[in-house]
């Protein structure tokens, strides 16, 4: 999906120059002088001058737009947004805190159990093969409830937070652990609470007797005074263990392993077992922290993470409860705690309930209580993934000879997924919106202009985020540059056609999209121009593999459907129809702000008129082969992966030689045509209604989407037909197929969509359309609920054979708009 999950060997570089001629030979000397001095002065000039060319071009790719940020410098500020200054902002993490501040102070949890060998965990990793964890509730707000499953014991996190003073008031976290089963009670569990800072503020443990920190106090310039309480935890026997540490770090991203090399275990623990004491255990603890030796000649900077961790080892059951107090809070009425803490928590949840049930209405469409559930924890793992990160990208244009630095800036977003992508991602963030958007029109706004804020001086939008030093160090070093002549689906046009379309919101958005239209306009200009076909009206994306030996079919990862088959040998000629309905939809958009705005659209609107023109569609994208829409470009479906084995010369040693290779070849020559592949990019015009109602194309999509053969699944709408020649094919030895077969919830969203949109509208094939909606609908809906209740997670993808969830999890980003399924909110 764009994300560049796989390795990527196609090497880009450009061929340099050739080398200059040396000039003729001179004899005058007199006129050598002169000829020198003159082409001396022309030299240098155009040497200045072409440097000068050189360095703006250069410089240009991370030259933000020149119009006004939309949003000011501190709107994200405790005094301007108070309620939002702190939240779960970190969603790599399985539970944490942090500001929406650039170097925000930070909070966290990390556990481990005591049984066999400690295994720490703290970042949200596939690998810890947590049975299940998400947010049950979380309003994007003022509270979280999540549940965890850990090996034989379940762990609730909770948070709640007060408003109140000028530093974004306090917070709550209650932390329960109750075991499985009865064998696991007693369980040995060591909980750590951190806080830390990034590059500035102060932190001092206050320690009581010689291991147990009572409560942290700290400064920092956004947060003021505060005070971190750890207040007497509940239950575990009667003994508790304490530890902690304290010590400073390079940055964020050591944290885990500061915490993991500082444990040793020689620290005894008073067990009790049938009414018994006295039993002491081992156990692992934090002691003090040995940074790894520098190499020799490094030199020694001044530390940027000061951290402080309180570590309380119990058995299970256990509740404990951290109290976050900020200083400038004068006029607290007691502690949020114990059981003013269970009234908040209490009163939220009621709250998030009702607003639930009046937003979606899902009693009335005749769901159960435990669907109901299911439909609240994918919007809460929604909200709850929201993070804010801040940092700089990695970019490259076709002028940098070596990536640059992008300006730092800030990015509220939600993730696509906790584990695999703790990240923002252009293509996945318009169908995040849709759902945000339902829920909480502001926050989708939010999201929308940190996104629009972060464009360069060409209208351009970096589609893969990786800022800061946490979220960089969870994306391996090849996949961080983001080239800027690549594109990715413009789908924040999707959450903004939503967004306007809320009549009761869109007039206090008004002032935002006044200030977002110059970029609106240049980010739309840039997509016009920069992937434009040679046709006039067709486009092409960028940035495809170049090398077409070692792929099957060369990957397209910015149309964010990387590996779905396009011409099998890019090449100029190509067009892409997915990209022209995205064109179409932007279009309308932009024409509908105009509007709205007071604003000439007219551009916009003739450009909608052009690439809405169904007979203009047919011309350059229908194949009547295929009976569908389709790409066309240099192709031939007539290719294969061989296995290529060198063969050792006479006399040389068959060991020496390199290891055999998967290699393109090409069994009949490619030529311009459609391609022919069955699948989703084929169905674009219905899925973003470009297509009319009554277009005689219509009913032929239709046959395809309800026949098993091509694209129907009893669990939604498979990817590729599996008709096509590359249905479920690799595309190398390691690259398994991804969008080739796989049921993918954002397509399917559209899919249900498009139908329930044209059942609504006049023409001769409303009653196929409509039983085709229920139809799809109710197969999703039962497949991923079923899913969620067997495996605990929403998926990435479904299998298209057995329903089953694939790829990475939980996947709470677009998978999530199973709820709008649910709601019938298109
Ligand atoms: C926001 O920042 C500007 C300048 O950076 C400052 O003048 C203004 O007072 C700030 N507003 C608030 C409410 O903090
Ligand atoms: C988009 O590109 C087409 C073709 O180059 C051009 O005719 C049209 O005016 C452009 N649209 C806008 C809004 O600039
Ligand atoms: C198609 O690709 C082949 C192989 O790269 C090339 O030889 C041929 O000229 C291309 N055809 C067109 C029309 O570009």
Known sequence: MGRERRRHTGTDQRPLPPPRKAPPPERDWTRVLLLAIVSCSIGLSAFAYSGYIKWSLAVRVVTLHPSPPILAPNS????????????????????????????????????????????????????????????????????????????????????????????????????????????????????????????????????????????????????????????????????????????????????????????????????????????KRRYFGLDTYQPPPLPPGTPTRAPHTQLVVHQLTLQLPLQVEVVFESGSFQQRLGQLSGLSLSKELERHKSNMENRFKGIFRLEEKGFIPDQVAFAQAALSNMLGGMGYFYGSSLVQSPHNPEPVLYPAAPLYTAVPSRSFFPRGFLWDEGFHLLLIARWSPALAWQSLVHWLDLMNADGWIPREQILGSEARSKVPDEFVIQKSENANPPTLFLALRQLLANKETVGDAVHLLRRAWPRLQSWYDWYNVTQAGLLPHTYRWRGRDKDTLRFLNPKTLTSGLDDYPRASHPSEDERHVDLRCWMALASQVMADISQLLGEDGGHYLHDNRILTDNALLHQQHWSERLGAYADYGNHTHNTALEWVRPRAAPGQDPRSLPPPQLIRVVRKPPRLQYVGALGYVSFFPFFLQVLNPSSPHLGRLLDHIRDSDKVWTPYGIRSLSKSSSLYLQRNTEHDAPYWRGPVWINMNYLAVRALYLYSHMEGPHRDRLASLYRELRQNLLANLYRQYKDTGFLWEQYNDQTGKGQGCYPFTGWSSLVVLIMAEEY
């Open 76 to 279: 994200s500020s405790p005094s301007l947004s108070p309620n939002m200054f702190w939240g779960s902002y970190r969603p790599q993490v399985y539970f944490g805190m942090k500001t929406r501040s650039p170097h925000s102070v930070v909070t966290g949890l990390m556990w481990m159990s005591q049984a066999g060998a400690p295994s720490l965990r703290h970042t949200c990793e596939q690998g810890d093969g947590l049975a299940r964890y998400g947010w049950l509730m979380h309003d994007g707000e003022n509270f979280g409830i999540q549940e965890i499953q850990d090996g034989g014991f379940t762990l609730s996190t909770e948070f709640v937070k007060r408003p109140g003073g000028d530093h974004g008031g306090d917070w709550s976290w209650r932390i329960r652990a109750s075991p499985e089963a009865s064998s696991s009670s007693g369980q040995l569990v060591s909980l750590m609470f951190y806080v830390a800072t990034d590059g500035q503020g102060t932190l001092t443990p206050h320690v009581e007797g010689k291991r147990h920190v009572t409560h942290v106090t700290g400064m920092s310039e956004e947060l003021g005074q505060f005070t971190l309480r750890f207040p007497k935890a509940e239950g575990g026997g009667s003994h508790i263990s304490y530890n902690y540490l304290s010590t400073s770090c390079p940055g964020l991203h050591t944290v885990t392993d500061v915490v993991r090399t500082s444990l040793r275990d020689h620290f005894t623990h008073p067990t009790e077992s049938g009414g018994t004491r006295g039993n």
